[in-house]
């Protein structure tokens, strides 16, 4: 642990996973403070030599709202890409602190992402091989804040191709990587998921037919299809997500 002057921690708002500071956790740090007390470290990552702060906003925050010019830091990495130090951050808020808002998770979920801490390695004949990480530990990771499920969903809207690399090798059913499996006790759960498949397979098939009569024929046969799935029962467009 070291003693950083605030003005030299950069605080950029690329590595800040909350929207905003809660004032109210502010106020209460300042409190604690005027009292005589310490604060825990914040956090930083060197980013070509530069601390970054990657944990301890409101904490930051409060010290200055007291005056005082320094801050106990800890160096968590000391020469972090900046996808690194995303993640690094959001780790940290999903640990401890203020609950993070699902909208806050899903960034958590990209910086896990594009720090490639889904791809971890597998012992395979005496040699290191590479593999994906299950959606359920994904889920885990974020601090079991959102299903598995959700991590599917986010995965193929965010990320598609890497989503797509995932194929049959993990689904919000079977996350044990056997396909086909079905681990949920919802089985329209599990026909909903199948149908969802069934469709970007449809999808992305369609994409290799140029002919016109060909798309023709899937598209037509695409059109009867909505007409009988529309003619058997109620039904109506979710809501968007909210994030």
């Avoid at 708002?13 to 470290?41: C, I, K, W």
């Avoid at 194929?167 to 909903?192: F, I, K, N, V, Y």
């Avoid at 998921?193 to 024929?217: C, F, H, N, P």
Wanted: glycine share 8%.
């Amino acid at each position: 642990m070291r003693t950083l002057p605030i003005r030299d921690i950069s605080r950029d708002p690329a590595f800040q996973v909350r929207e905003r500071l809660d004032p109210a956790t502010v106020e209460r740090y300042a409190r604690v403070l005027s009292n005589g007390l310490n604060m825990p470290p914040v956090s930083v990552a060197l980013v070509r030599g530069v601390p970054v702060l990657v944990d301890g906003w409101h904490r930051i925050t409060a010290h200055e709202r007291c005056g005082i010019r320094e801050v106990p830091a800890v160096v968590v990495a000391t020469d972090a890409n900046p996808s690194e130090v995303l993640w690094i951050a959001a780790e940290a808020n999903l640990k401890h602190g203020l609950r993070l808002k699902p909208k806050e998770v899903r960034v958590a979920f990209r910086a896990f992402i594009r720090a490639r801490k889904h791809i971890i390695p597998k012992g395979r004949g005496g040699r290191e091989a590479l593999r994906l990480m299950p959606y359920r530990e994904i889920a885990q990771a974020l601090g079991g804040t959102v299903s598995h499920g959700t991590v599917f969903n986010w995965m193929r809207q965010d990320f598609p191709k890497i989503a797509a690399r995932y194929g049959a090798q993990d689904t919000p059913w079977d996350a044990s990587g056997a396909a086909g499996r079905l681990t949920t006790d919802d089985p329209e759960e599990a026909h909903l998921r199948a149908a969802m498949a069934a469709v970007d397979s449809i999808r992305a098939a369609t994409r290799g037919v140029k002919d016109a009569e060909r798309r023709g024929e899937v598209i037509g046969a695409v059109e009867a299809m909505l007409a009988e799935m529309r003619s058997g029962g109620e039904w109506r467009l979710p809501e968007p997500l909210e994030f």
